[in-house]
């Protein structure tokens, strides 16, 4: 077994200096002599604490601007050693090389001048060199040294140092070398994607590095038997739900994770529009509505497939109020997302103690740039993110009749909700609101037919004269590649249609559209998701 390591020289050498201070203290007020280089050793001084300079175990001074201070074999002999080795010894004895026992580093502040606009200069500049070098001899070499990157554990090594009567153990040693080598390779991978995707502008770079940190771990995964976790990105990226703020109810699971992300996704497309909510179950909207209030907009989506928002998620681009509240809590629901919530909202959530009720600090941009990542057996699919959208005037009326404008504002909708629908995708919209949703079928005319069977259901459940899909425009995520699909809409009771078009039978599903009396616009843009 590893041998405790008694700690009689720290060499520290941060950027960020959070704690720096009172780990100087604690470390000096254990014997530990201090070595540092420029400001961290000011600091350390300004505290009163008596602290040498590394040149003190080099013989050099600080050079080049300080890009040259620690590179030097009197600080890494000091690392790198074996001090069980007799020939490790008798070179540290030949050439005078005093053994390090802890080493303090935090690295260059890379990320944070990228994220400030900086020059391309001084983002160079801010490559450090020397700190990840002593970080990767010194985890290296974790039999005999404690190499700290990360300030939370400067009290977990004074709590090791009592315990050990000044000394470290080897399974404290081994957990910092592991966190070391991780910050180290997230340090190398926000560099490598900067000068891949900012600086040479590459979509796809030879070789892709990323880096994310863990957030928590979660109860299970899809199912009880698989385990998983939630991660952050590190580097840049947009605010979703795990920067939300979680103000009552269980924790949430994996797919409370997917499918939220799935509602606020499609919830976003209408972050600058009317009260809108939008209700998913398994990463499927089943309901979607605007309104003139945020509880109208519930009633509304509600409405399209009562059945399956049960046990939903529900999300709203507008703060909770109390009548939408008292709405959302009469069925069971999951999870509840918005942008805020009254007092009296909260309330009336409260008496419900296993929803979970999520305030967000802001709505994702629909429309941002970035990637998508999947992992495959044997490989990684990677592809830019579906940020594309259609504008109106791009549009093409290929039928005989074009669409009024409600025609053409519910085919935009509808359109928009088909984004966010598993592919084959058939969505049907009639002032405002989803009539019929049809999601993931193998073929695009039975989630038509599905569409319009859950809308007849919805009308029989409320007591309507007929189902919503009557009057309604359709949207088809892709291309009718035969007529039976528009056909079945037709039959559902819709009078428009959107699709991207470009099947080689396009003139066929033409020509039953104006035999049915439709309006048909294509976007010349599928958006399918799998």
């Known amino acids: 077994m590893e041998k405790p390591?008694?700690?009689?020289?720290?060499?520290?050498?941060?950027?960020?200096?959070?704690?720096?201070v009172d780990l100087?203290?604690?470390?000096?007020?254990?014997?530990v002599e201090l070595v540092s280089t420029g400001g961290t050793a000011k600091a350390l001084r300004d505290a009163g604490l008596e602290v040498k300079d590394v040149s003190y175990l080099t013989g050099f001074p600080?050079?080049?601007?300080?890009?040259?201070?620690?590179?030097?074999?009197?600080?890494?002999?000091?690392?790198?050693?074996?001090?069980?080795?007799?020939?490790?010894?008798?070179?540290?004895?030949?050439?005078?090389?005093?053994?390090?026992?802890?080493?303090?580093?935090?690295?260059?502040?890379?990320?944070?001048?990228?994220?400030?606009?900086?020059?391309?200069?001084?983002?160079?500049?801010?490559?450090?060199?020397?700190?990840?070098?002593?970080?990767?001899?010194?985890?290296k070499n974790h039999a005999f040294v404690s190499i700290l990157t990360d300030p939370a554990d400067y009290p977990a090594l004074i709590t090791e140092l009592d315990a050990g009567e000044g000394a470290t153990g080897y399974d404290f040693r081994k957990m910092l070398a592991a966190k070391?080598?991780?910050?180290?390779?997230a340090y190398d991978a926000a560099i490598s994607q900067w000068f891949a995707y900012a600086d040479q502008q590459l979509t796809f770079p030879p070789r892709r590095a990323m880096a994310a940190k863990l957030v928590s771990t979660?109860?299970?995964?899809?199912?009880?038997?698989?385990?998983?976790?939630?991660?952050?990105?590190?580097?840049?990226?947009?605010?979703g739900l795990p920067q939300a703020e979680q103000l009552q109810g269980k924790e949430l699971s994996y797919n409370n994770y997917n499918d939220a992300n799935a509602a606020l996704e499609l919830l976003a497309e209408f972050r600058d529009g009317p009260p809108t909510v939008v209700i998913v179950k398994h990463a499927n909207p089943c309901g979607v509505a605007v309104g003139e209030t945020l509880d109208?907009?519930?009633?509304?989506?509600?409405?399209?497939?009562?059945?399956?928002?049960?046990?939903?998620?529900?999300?709203?681009?507008?703060?909770?109020?109390?009548?939408?509240?008292?709405?959302?809590?009469?069925?069971?629901?999951?999870?509840?997302?918005?942008?805020?919530?009254?007092?009296?909202?909260?309330?009336?959530?409260?008496?419900?103690?296993?929803?979970?009720?999520?305030?967000?600090?802001?709505?994702?941009?629909?429309?941002?740039?970035?990637?998508?990542?999947?992992?495959?057996?044997?490989?990684?699919?990677?592809?830019?993110?579906d940020y594309a959208h259609v504008d109106p005037k791009d549009l093409k009326v290929v039928t005989k009749r074009e669409p009024t404008d409600q025609e053409?504002?519910?085919?935009?909708?509808?359109?928009?909700?088909a984004r966010h629908?598993?592919?084959?995708?058939?969505?049907?919209?009639?002032?405002?609101?989803?009539?019929?949703?049809?999601?993931?079928?193998?073929?695009?005319?039975?989630?038509?037919?599905?569409?319009?069977?859950?809308?007849?259901?919805?009308?029989?459940?409320?007591?309507?004269?007929?189902?919503?899909?009557?009057?309604?425009?359709?949207?088809?995520?892709?291309?009718?590649?035969?007529?039976?699909?528009?056909?079945?809409?037709?039959?559902?009771?819709?009078?428009?249609?959107?699709?991207?078009?470009?099947?080689i039978r396009d003139e066929e599903v033409i020509a039953a559209a104006d035999e049915k009396g439709l309006a048909m616009v294509f976007t010349g843009m599928r958006h399918f998701r799998h």
Request: hydrophobic content about 45%; some cysteine; overall charge neutral.
């Open 5 to 20: 390591v008694p700690v009689r020289r720290a060499l520290l050498s941060v950027s960020d200096k959070t704690g720096l």
């Open 24 to 31: 100087g203290k604690a470390l000096a007020a254990r014997n």
């Open 62 to 139: 600080e050079m080049m601007d300080g890009r040259v201070k620690t590179l030097h074999p009197k600080v890494h002999g000091g690392l790198l050693a074996v001090r069980d080795n007799p020939e490790h010894a008798a070179a540290m004895e030949e050439h005078a090389i005093g053994a390090i026992d802890v080493v303090v580093v935090n690295l260059y502040p890379f990320q944070q001048t990228v994220a400030k606009g900086a020059s391309r200069e001084e983002i160079i500049e801010n490559i450090d060199i020397g700190g990840p070098s002593m970080v990767r001899s010194a985890a």
């Open 180 to 185: 070391a080598y991780a910050a180290t390779a």
């Open 218 to 239: 979660l109860r299970y995964g899809e199912n009880p038997h698989q385990q998983a976790a939630l991660y952050l990105p590190e580097g840049p990226h947009t605010v």
């Open 296 to 385: 109208e907009a519930w009633d509304k989506a509600l409405a399209c497939d009562s059945v399956s928002a049960f046990g939903g998620i529900v999300c709203c681009n507008r703060p909770l109020d109390a009548a939408t509240a008292e709405k959302i809590t009469k069925i069971f629901t999951e999870v509840v997302v918005a942008p805020g919530a009254d007092d009296a909202a909260k309330a009336i959530f409260a008496k419900k103690k296993n929803l979970r009720l999520l305030i967000v600090p802001g709505l994702p941009d629909p429309r941002r740039r970035g990637q998508t990542v999947t992992v495959i057996a044997g490989g990684i699919l990677q592809q830019e993110r």
């Open 408 to 417: 053409l504002k519910d085919c935009l909708f509808a359109w928009t909700v």
């Open 421 to 503: 629908v598993k592919s084959n995708a058939i969505v049907y919209v009639k002032d405002g609101q989803t009539a019929g949703i049809g999601a993931g079928q193998m073929n695009r005319r039975d989630s038509a037919r599905i569409a319009a069977a859950k809308a007849a259901e919805a009308a029989e459940t409320h007591g309507w004269a007929q189902p919503m899909t009557v009057g309604s425009a359709v949207a088809s995520d892709a291309f009718f590649p035969f007529a039976d699909g528009l056909l079945s809409a037709a039959e559902a009771g819709a009078t428009a249609v959107i699709q991207p078009g470009g099947s």
